[in-house]
């Protein structure tokens, strides 16, 4: 089985700080990652993804992600929280070995950069 | 590049009818497209997979008959509900892939639908 989990509904954080969106996943194969953001009555944008290669991604707006295997996880992070960061982020996995093209999402995490 | 519209952006209906919305990715063809619903502060519900000239693949749970999906060229694909209910007022989005597993999903901004 495939699945994604957010363990936080909900992060605060000062701007100015450094921001973490934790994202743990489990799949049967070897995970396609991703990072989307969702501003209120939008659709997803899409920020970052891993495929393969280099653990650390980076991504749009200065976000970047680190993969790590042993942990099965995919964390997002941003070394300076800005306001504008305040929406709702979802991670998203895709097993490589599924045949199928469907991501599964986790719960989402809204984040609020506090002035 | 990879922008994907959806048409309308927000619909109220009576009860009983239909209502159609369209996805249309612009400027990349997509093999695979898919359809999304979201409730107030959940996660996506993958309702339906969907390509370019063959029947969608719906999820468990899902009504074919109640949920149409079409997706007729590379750039579009159509959600029609039929003989909506207040139970239907959602958040509908749809999504669109260029090409292989590693590709990303490019969604486009949603529709609200609210049934009366």
């Known amino acids: 089985a495939q699945s994604v989990a957010q363990p936080e509904d909900q992060v605060n954080v000062a701007e100015g700080n450094p921001l973490t969106v934790k994202c743990t996943y489990s799949?049967?194969?070897?995970?396609?990652l991703f990072w989307y953001v969702q501003y209120p009555n939008r659709g997803l944008q899409f920020l970052l993804k891993?495929?393969?290669?280099?653990?650390l991604v980076k991504g749009s707006y200065g976000f970047e992600a680190e993969f790590n295997k042993s942990q099965t996880s995919f964390h997002l992070k941003k070394p300076s929280a800005l306001v504008s960061d305040s929406a709702l982020y979802f991670c998203?996995?895709?097993?490589?070995?599924?045949?199928?093209?469907?991501?599964?999402f986790g719960t989402g995490t809204s984040l609020t950069v506090i002035p | 590049g990879a922008v994907v519209s959806q048409h309308p952006s927000w619909v109220i209906c009576k009860s009983g009818t239909s209502v159609k919305i369209e996805c249309r990715s612009l400027?990349?063809?997509?093999?695979?497209m898919f359809w999304y619903r979201q409730f107030p502060k959940q996660s996506l519900m993958l309702m339906a997979t969907?390509?370019?000239?063959?029947?969608?693949?719906?999820e468990q749970g899902v009504e074919k008959d109640k949920f149409l999906i079409n997706h007729a060229s590379l750039t579009l694909s159509t959600l029609t509900v039929t003989s909506a209910h207040p139970e239907d007022s959602s958040f509908y989005i749809c999504?669109?892939?260029?090409?292989?597993?590693?590709?990303?999903?490019?969604f486009g901004p949603g529709t609200r639908l609210t049934v009366l």
């Open positions: 999504s669109a892939q260029r090409g292989g597993r590693t590709d990303t999903q490019y």
């Open positions: 799949v049967s194969g070897n995970p396609y």
């Open positions: 891993y495929i393969t290669g280099d653990n």
């Open positions: 998203a996995v895709r097993d490589m070995r599924n045949t199928g093209n469907q991501f599964y």
């Open positions: 400027d990349f063809q997509a093999t695979t």
């Open positions: 969907s390509n370019e000239g063959s029947k969608a693949t719906y």
